[in-house]
């Protein structure tokens, strides 16, 4: 014969089960054994539950689960008043594509509504991301947690255009022209860029024929990287905050340029032709 534990110590056994490995870091079995007991307890403690193991599914990445967990989790809490369970709902609905769903949680969060229909698409400013790569880019915002890189990045593998999904919270920032911009963190990577990028060698006397060939890729919609102004920082350095300087360079430098090849070819001869003994490349080629 068994004895069969009451459920309040079965219930604080498996709480502490569950705490135990989200402090390990092992969120998806913490968010499975909180979901189970918020789903059996009184609402007064299934509110910071619910909370819980939809933050444990969206740290593991686990959008269904964050969604799902997270419409349990703003059934406990009021609209409009900046309660983080709107916003941990708000990204999985925009990493599903969920956009009614995202929009009504950024109204729930407590901002003006986003106005149509469909996918967002809004000018939210600068700001900069951390790629998963470790490398911090120039974003723009286009909703709350997604921004499109402006950068060409230093790593091949990541492309300027790109969208990504990025966190809530800042985990640093960068001062340019005395103005801070937030750093977030990367979660995904929600759309890839079809731009690949290129490598280049110009030559230059001037910075200002090195900022000129810039401007016009920037004027035709495409990017281009200085690769001399690379800056390296560690991760815990790269969290802090940083003034970020835009650097004149001249001389030969080899460049990452992003834009079809003929396009890019057909800026590089506009660019030289203007200044012909000033100014040459050389060596276009897939990064």
């Not at 189970?36 to 959008?63: H, M, N, Q, S, T």
């Not at 200002?208 to 920037?218: G, P, T, V, W």
């Amino acid at each position: 014969m068994t004895i069969e534990e009451p459920q309040g110590a079965v219930i604080e056994r498996t709480l502490d089960e569950a705490y135990q490995a989200f402090d390990a870091e092992q969120y998806g079995r913490a968010g499975d054994l909180l979901a189970g007991v918020a789903a059996a307890v009184e609402p007064e403690l299934a509110k910071a539950l619910w909370f819980d193991a939809a933050l444990c599914a969206l740290r593991i990445r686990d959008w269904a689960a964050c969604r799902d967990r997270g419409l349990e989790a703003v059934r406990f809490v009021e609209r409009g008043t900046n309660a983080p369970a709107y916003w941990n709902l708000g990204t999985a609905a925009t990493a599903l594509r969920d956009w009614d769903l995202a929009r009504d949680c950024w109204v729930g969060f407590g901002m003006d509504p986003i106005p149509g229909t469909g996918p967002i698409d809004t000018d939210g400013g600068p700001t900069c991301i951390r790629l998963d790569i470790d490398e911090v880019v120039w974003a723009r915002r286009i909703d709350p947690v997604r921004a499109r890189v402006l950068n060409v990045p230093f790593d091949p593998s990541r492309r300027y255009g790109e969208i990504v999904l990025h966190s809530g919270a800042p985990s640093g920032e960068r001062v340019l022209g005395g103005v801070a911009y937030p750093v977030f963190d990367e979660l995904g990577l929600f759309e890839a860029s079809e731009l690949a990028t290129l490598a280049v060698v110009v030559a230059a006397e001037k910075a200002d024929d090195i900022e000129d060939l810039a401007a016009r890729f920037a004027h035709d919609g495409y990017g281009m990287e200085i690769l001399e102004s690379r800056v390296d920082r560690c991760s815990c350095c790269s969290q802090g905050r940083h003034e970020s300087e835009r650097g004149r360079f001249a001389g030969e430098q080899p460049l990452y340029v992003a834009a079809p090849e003929d396009t890019a070819r057909a800026i590089l001869d506009g660019w030289t032709r203007d200044r012909p003994h000033e100014r040459s490349w050389t060596d276009l080629r897939r990064a």
